[in-house]
């Protein structure tokens, strides 16, 4: 089955610490690897990942993929309050049909 | 620019009773689109995804039911609610099934 796993579950750091999130997956036909952020409500789009090793960076924000490990990692650097929220971590598969998977998703806190 | 709009935003209904929750995209044409459910401390959960007017695929069996009657627009639907379909619920969309999804901001129902 299917499973994509994000740890740690919850994290409290304070502003300007560096954090970094994890995301390992058992899927059949990797295709790609979707970050979100999720603060209250809707979730908004970070960064897809389809190749190894290659960084995707945004900012303070950055990620990126070992396809031979089959893990990926969120870096946020200088942590603001505005951090604060729901990290979630998806995988597209094709199994059956094409579909994306999703992790718990990691809650992080940043404290002023 | 394309958006979602989802709605209510919030929802309390009686055991029993019928739901339906709205999800309308603006912006696109023949998007993919998807209801999820999301569970505390669980992941997004696909319940639903529809390639087109008409076309709609259930990924879990369940009480809940979709249609989609118009190229962007996606209903959630139930004849009778019970307790377990409390939860938070997500529209999303995407331009073909292995691209990103974009999220509403969800409808948070509770059924008593």
């Known amino acids: 089955e299917d499973k994509v796993v994000q740890s740690p579950l919850s994290l409290v750091v304070h502003e300007g610490d560096t954090v970094t999130l994890n995301c390992s997956y058992e899927?059949?036909?990797?295709?790609?690897l979707l970050w979100y952020k999720q603060e209250k409500k809707a979730p908004t789009f970070l960064f897809m990942l389809?190749?190894?090793?290659i960084e995707k960076k945004s900012g303070r924000l950055s990620s990126i993929l070992d396809k031979k490990e089959l893990f990926s990692i969120l870096n946020i650097t200088a942590t603001q309050t505005g951090d604060s929220a729901v990290y979630l971590c998806?995988?597209?598969?094709?199994?059956?049909?094409?579909?994306?998977?999703f992790g718990t998703g990691t809650r992080l806190k940043v404290l002023a | 620019s394309q958006t979602i709009h989802q709605w209510p935003a919030t929802l309390v209904q009686p055991v029993g009773s019928p739901l339906s929750l709205e999800c309308t995209v603006e912006?696109?044409?023949?998007?993919?689109l998807y209801w999820y459910r999301q569970a505390a401390g669980r992941g997004l959960q696909l319940l639903f995804y529809?390639?087109?007017?008409?076309?709609i695929s259930s990924e879990v069996p369940q009480n809940l039911s979709a249609s989609r009657p118009q190229d962007r627009q996606f209903i959630l639907s139930s004849k009778k609610l019970l307790l377990s379909d409390s939860g938070f619920y997500l529209c999303?969309?995407?331009?073909?099934?292995?691209?990103?999804?974009?999220f509403g901001a969800g409808t948070r129902l509770s059924v008593l």
């Open positions: 912006g696109t044409s023949n998007p993919n």
């Open positions: 389809t190749s190894s090793g």
């Open positions: 529809s390639v087109g007017i008409g076309q």
């Open positions: 998806a995988v597209g598969s094709i199994t059956g049909t094409y579909k994306y998977i």
């Open positions: 899927v059949t036909n990797f295709r790609s």
């Open positions: 999303a969309w995407s331009v073909t099934r292995r691209d990103i999804q974009y």
